[in-house]
């Protein structure tokens, strides 16, 4: 499975960008589909995610100005950013998880950069 995320850019404080998380491989039996962040010199961290069946979890830092949202007929997964700040400069990974015969097995995009200017 080939994850593809698109969507970044260069935003100033208080605006909005939509992330684009679209797999090679049908999500919807997926355990969960999400986004990490990771700045430089930091450990990625989960922004947020959303499960099978339609649950989601966010980090606290970005909880009410973040949505997560699936199409799955397209096997995309959106990241709606509103109200950023400069802390949100992040590189963004989207993370795929199935479940298979010998486990968890989890896929990674590519990454995409987030700048938020003050």
């Known amino acids: 499975v080939q994850l593809q995320a698109s969507g970044g850019g260069l935003v100033q404080a208080g605006g909005s960008l939509r992330l684009s998380c679209t797999a090679s491989?049908?999500?919807?039996?997926?355990?969960?589909i999400g986004w990490y962040r990771q700045a430089p010199g930091n450990q990625r961290e989960l922004v947020g995610l959303i499960t099978s069946v339609g649950r989601t979890n966010y980090a606290d830092s970005v909880k009410g100005r973040f949505t997560i949202s699936r199409e799955n007929a397209k096997n995309t997964v959106y990241l709606q950013m509103n109200s950023l700040k400069p802390e949100d400069s992040s590189v963004y990974y989207c993370?795929?998880?199935?479940?298979?015969?010998?486990?968890?097995?989890?896929?990674w995009g590519q990454g995409t950069q987030v700048t938020v200017s003050s």
């Open positions: 491989g049908n999500i919807v039996n997926a355990l969960s």
């Open positions: 993370n795929a998880a199935w479940s298979t015969l010998t486990g968890r097995k989890d896929y």
